[in-house]
């Protein structure tokens, strides 16, 4: 409410001046601008709020005036009426007047009287009989102030008007006093609304945050809760509002007391117990405090640790990149296992791929992957021959706080958690040690993990995918291998043909490798000379895949150079030469007769030496699976 101390007097001389200078006659009875009834809806719709907010303190003084033969007058920022309430003998001769909705109330359109006055000096003001700039209104008293928003600017005007020897003092201090509450209820109204407008946006954002949320009071119960947090715990808010954290988090006073004492919790596992289960989560909490530093509450942060996981594996590289469209192949062999492998992508048994080094074994495990269910979840690869046997456990189950010196707070995922839902790809499982072999035994049977110096069974469900060079039946009969995991790995076995069995696909594989090698180098596509290609067909590429991509990589870089490509390829096929001649010669040392009876006793005493295995003794003897079967047939060997 504005104040101003200017003259009673000449305020009512200098608004007489005013209102001879708008022409209004001392004569007029009726207000000169009033609004059709048509116009009366959209002045009520304009002024709805102070109309709303007005009439609740309005009703509070007429209740108090009733019966003293006074009325009350509302205007908007213009002085037209809004409302009008009071005794029903004096607002019938403020009808006579015409002193009803929509009239104007301004020194412009009936002269001066409190309701324009106070408008046009912005300031209460009391008018009182021969004041009036009319005679028609020398009956009257009026007491008006001015109504202003938060802003200062004026919305309206509150008036009280009776009979002129009803004049008095006081009459003006009450429509102060209501216009203040007026205003003050403005205020409280706009601040509550700035205050819901951002609770809305700070809702808003909660809501549109993909982990879960909870605010604490200062004695741990649950003030509030956004809907990520209700659908982890499969719940709704009403279930949780003013429980204790307690009851679904255990370990929550010992959490509290480490926030009390200032330390920060960011990002560290902890078990919430949901409708009597456990669940991990990975969880934050920030203290609130009040400006004296106090504190007065909390906020807990908590995100699915699958989600973690999967996040952890798309930014580390444990996610599966190839799919069977990436495996180049036109060979029939490769056709059946390409085919098989799609049949079986998405079986939860486990698959062993056996083949010699650098077949491509990791690349079809991925692209089963990719082919299953599970591809949205991680593909995670681990090189069991890679890692030190002490670290294996851990890499392999992880381990939980002060498990051993070093082990950080909260624990670390091992490979099986972070590939739950997804697959774990088990590289050359035969140099797995024996001990290990039994946990993962124990595991794959069971279906749940331990954390080293953990006693918590977590459950995992994983996909496992292995693979091997080496003959496994081989390594169980020399007791490198435990037979139980054997056949428990090798539900759905693949064999991976080496390249030597697949020649239809060297020259699509030269192709290609041509291609990428060029695009990483960023060097043109050489021109391979007929003799050098031919060569490259006819090689046994002992490496595989491997060495043709590495072979393939020296002469991007070379620019196709003959002559050193030559004396490189003549070294590795004498090299490569050596080597069989070196393994044939261990199949037997006194192979001397006949050519047939040579490659007879070769077959027989191949066979007889690594157990019947097929596709051993057809890579030692350098000839397919079929050729092997083939002569075996020639020769009436059986197994």
Not at 110 to 134: C, L, R, V, W, Y
Not at 292 to 298: A, P
């Amino acid at each position: 409410m504005k104040s101003n101390n200017k003259n009673h007097e000449e305020i009512i001389k200098k608004s007489h001046e005013r209102s001879n200078k708008y022409g209004i006659e001392t004569d007029r009875i009726y207000p000169k601008k009033i609004l059709t009834k048509e116009e009366i809806p959209l002045l009520m719709k304009k002024n709805r709020d102070l109309i709303r907010i007005a009439s609740p303190f309005i009703k509070i003084l007429y209740d108090f005036l009733e019966g003293s033969g006074f009325f009350i007058v509302l205007t908007d920022n213009e002085g037209c009426i809004l409302s009008t309430i009071g005794d029903k003998d004096i607002l019938a001769a403020a009808k006579e007047l015409n002193m009803v909705v929509g009239a104007y109330m301004d020194e412009n359109s009936i002269g001066t009287n409190a309701m324009g006055t106070a408008i046009k000096e912005d300031m209460p003001i009391q008018i009182s009989a021969k004041e009036h700039f009319i005679t028609a209104y020398h009956r009257w008293t009026c007491s008006a102030a001015p109504i202003h928003n938060t802003k200062g600017e004026i919305i309206g005007t509150l008036n009280l008007t009776g009979n002129s020897h009803l004049v008095h003092p006081h009459t003006l201090g009450l429509v102060v006093a209501a216009v203040r509450s007026i205003e003050n209820q403005i205020k409280s109204e706009e601040a509550n609304n700035k205050l819901m407008e951002t609770y809305q946006y700070l809702n808003t954002i909660i809501e549109s945050i993909n982990f879960g949320i909870i605010a604490l009071s200062k004695n741990g119960f649950i003030k509030n809760i956004n809907e990520s947090a209700c659908s982890m715990f499969n719940c709704i808010k009403e279930d949780l509002m003013e429980k204790p954290i307690e009851e679904i988090l255990p370990k929550w006073q010992e959490i509290n007391k480490r926030i009390l004492s200032g330390e920060k919790i960011i990002d560290e596992e902890i078990y919430f117990k949901i409708k009597g289960k456990s669940q991990k989560y990975i969880i934050s909490l920030h203290s609130i405090q009040d400006e004296k530093g106090c504190i007065i509450g909390s906020v807990l942060s908590f995100k699915n640790i699958q989600n973690v996981y999967n996040l952890i594996n798309k930014y580390t590289g444990m996610k599966a990149r190839y799919t069977f469209d990436d495996i180049i192949y036109k060979s029939n062999n490769m056709k059946k296992i390409i085919e098989y492998s799609k049949s079986i992508s998405d079986s939860p048994s486990t698959i062993l791929i056996t083949g010699e080094s650098g077949t491509g074994k990791e690349i079809l495990a991925q692209a089963i992957h990719n082919n299953s269910s599970r591809r949205d979840f991680g593909f995670v690869a681990i090189n069991c021959g890679a890692i030190p046997e002490n670290l294996i456990e851990s890499e392999l189950f992880g381990y939980d706080e002060g498990a051993f010196t070093g082990a950080k707070r909260g624990g670390n995922p091992g490979k099986f958690e972070l590939a739950n839902g997804g697959t774990l790809f088990l590289d050359e499982i035969a140099e797995m040690p024996l001990d290990m072999q039994v946990k993962l035994l124990r595991v794959l049977q069971e279906g749940c993990i331990t954390r080293i110096g953990g006693n918590k069974y977590i459950d995992v469900d994983v996909r496992i995918i292995a693979a091997t060079n080496k003959n496994l039946l081989q390594e169980v009969k020399e007791g490198r291998f435990r037979e139980d995991l054997y056949y428990r790995i090798s539900v759905i076995p693949i064999v991976l043909p080496p390249l030597r069995e697949r020649r239809e696909d060297i020259p699509l594989l030269i192709e290609h490798f041509l291609k990428t090698k060029s695009i990483k180098l960023r060097k043109p596509i050489p021109k391979l000379s007929t003799i050098l290609y031919d060569k490259m067909l006819s090689y046994n590429w002992l490496g595989n895949i491997r060495e043709l991509e590495n072979f393939i990589e020296s002469a991007v870089n070379f620019g196709g150079n003959i002559e050193f490509l030559m004396n490189k390829f003549e070294n590795l096929n004498t090299q490569n030469q050596n080597t069989q001649i070196s393994k044939y010669n261990t199949i037997s040392d006194d192979l001397i007769g006949p050519l047939d009876e040579i490659e007879k006793r070769a077959i027989i005493s191949c066979l007889k030496k690594y157990d019947n295995n097929i596709s051993k003794c057809a890579k030692i003897l350098n000839i397919s699976r079929n050729t092997l079967y083939l002569k075996m047939k020639k020769y009436n060997i059986t197994i």
